[in-house]
C-alpha cells in the first residue's frame, strides 16, 4: 500500500479503530501490547460484550499494554496513547467534532455494542487518518464499516483467519475486497506503529 497518505496528513490527528468478538479479549491484548507507547494516535474499539453483567475488560487490558485502557465516555475527545472502550450495552460512534458518542439504538449484526456503527461514523469523520482493524469473532460484524473506511481512504488491517480463535469476522472482512493487509495476530501492532511513524516524527 502507498502510504503517502500517512505523510500528507501527518499534521492531524490519527486514528485507529478496531472491532472484535469472540475471542476478541486475547486479541486485544496481543494487538495493545505490540503497540508503542508513545502511540501518536487514539485507539477505539468494540469488542462485543455481555450487557447483563459489568464488564473488566478495561483492568484486564490495562494489563498487558503501557497505554492508557478505559471506557468510553459519552461526549469525551479520543486522546492519543489511550484506548477507548465500547461499554456493554452501547455503540461507540464518532460524531461531528470528533468527539465520542455512546447510544443505545438498535442491535447491529445482533450486537451492541457493534463494529459497523464505529467504522461507519468514524470514517465520516476521520477519512484517510483511519487505520481499521478486524480481529477474531464468529459472525459478520465490520464488514460494511471495512467498506465504509476504504470509501473514504482509510487503511484497513484484518487479521490472519487462520491465526483467529473464530473466523467470521476477519474471513467477511477479507470477502469486501476492500482489505489492505491481512496479518496474524502478533504482526498487526507492528504494521500500525510503522504506518504511524509520519504522524510520530511530524
Do not use: W
Amino acid at each position: 500500500m502507498d502510504t503517502s497518505k500517512l505523510h500528507r496528513t501527518a499534521d492531524s490527528p490519527a486514528i485507529v479503530i478496531v472491532a472484535s468478538s469472540a475471542g476478541g479479549v486475547q486479541g486485544l491484548r496481543t494487538l495493545l501490547g505490540g503497540l508503542d507507547a508513545d502511540l501518536p494516535a487514539a485507539v477505539l474499539v468494540a469488542q462485543h460484550l455481555r450487557r447483563s453483567r459489568p464488564t473488566h475488560i478495561a483492568t484486564i487490558l490495562s494489563r498487558a499494554t503501557g497505554l492508557r485502557v478505559k471506557l468510553a465516555e459519552d461526549g469525551e475527545h479520543p486522546q492519543a496513547g489511550c484506548v477507548h472502550i465500547a461499554p456493554p450495552d452501547h455503540h461507540l460512534c464518532v460524531v461531528e467534532g470528533g468527539a465520542l458518542a455512546l447510544t443505545q439504538q438498535d442491535r447491529v449484526n445482533h450486537a451492541r455494542p457493534a463494529a459497523d456503527p464505529l467504522f461507519e461514523s468514524a470514517s465520516q469523520i476521520f477519512g484517510e487518518r483511519i487505520i481499521a482493524c478486524v480481529l477474531t469473532g464468529a459472525d459478520g460484524d465490520g464488514a460494511k464499516g471495512v467498506e465504509a473506511v476504504k470509501s473514504r481512504g482509510g487503511t484497513v488491517i484484518v487479521q490472519d483467519p487462520d491465526t483467529a480463535q473464530f473466523h467470521g469476522m476477519p474471513k467477511s472482512a477479507i470477502q469486501t475486497g476492500k482489505v489492505d493487509y491481512v496479518r496474524p495476530a502478533d504482526g498487526i501492532a507492528p504494521l500500525i506503529n510503522r504506518l504511524l511513524q509520519p504522524a510520530r516524527s511530524a
